[in-house]
């Protein structure tokens, strides 16, 4: 699924595996996410923006870059560090990734 907004396109792309939802956004950070499920409705709400954003500190440099995630890893044979996906919202390269516990009937996002 994918559409436009001002500031470009918007892609969702929706995965229903081993009992778990992932969602994936691109192109679009700052949007409410409301998943339907078995268990009832769910908002992933986005981040707060700081007053501060896109100001580079010593604690959080130029490019956004998390001091607190490690160091990518850009190896062409693959990670030994690879993590299970955990639930909830995180941020992605150009979006966000949700983890839902379990399956979705319905997926809405809200700007």
């Known amino acids: 699924m994918s559409g436009?907004?001002?500031?470009?396109?918007?892609?969702?792309?929706?995965?229903?595996?081993?009992?778990?939802?992932?969602?994936?956004?691109?192109?679009?950070?700052?949007?409410a996410t409301v998943v339907r499920s078995e268990s009832g409705e769910r908002i992933y709400l986005p981040p707060e923006p700081a007053e501060d954003d896109g100001e580079a500190t010593p604690y959080r440099p130029t490019g956004g870059d998390n001091?607190?995630?490690?160091?990518?890893?850009?190896?062409?044979?693959?990670?030994?560090?690879?993590?299970?996906?955990?639930?909830?919202?995180?941020?992605?390269?150009?979006?966000?990734?949700?983890v839902h516990p379990e399956p979705v009937t319905d997926v809405r996002l809200l700007r």
């Open 4 to 31: 436009t907004n001002a500031d470009g396109p918007v892609a969702v792309d929706v995965d229903i595996e081993d009992g778990r939802t992932t969602i994936e956004v691109t192109g679009q950070r700052r949007v």
């Open 67 to 98: 001091p607190y995630e490690g160091i990518a890893d850009d190896s062409p044979y693959g990670s030994s560090r690879r993590t299970p996906a955990t639930l909830g919202r995180s941020p992605t390269a150009d979006g966000f990734r949700i």
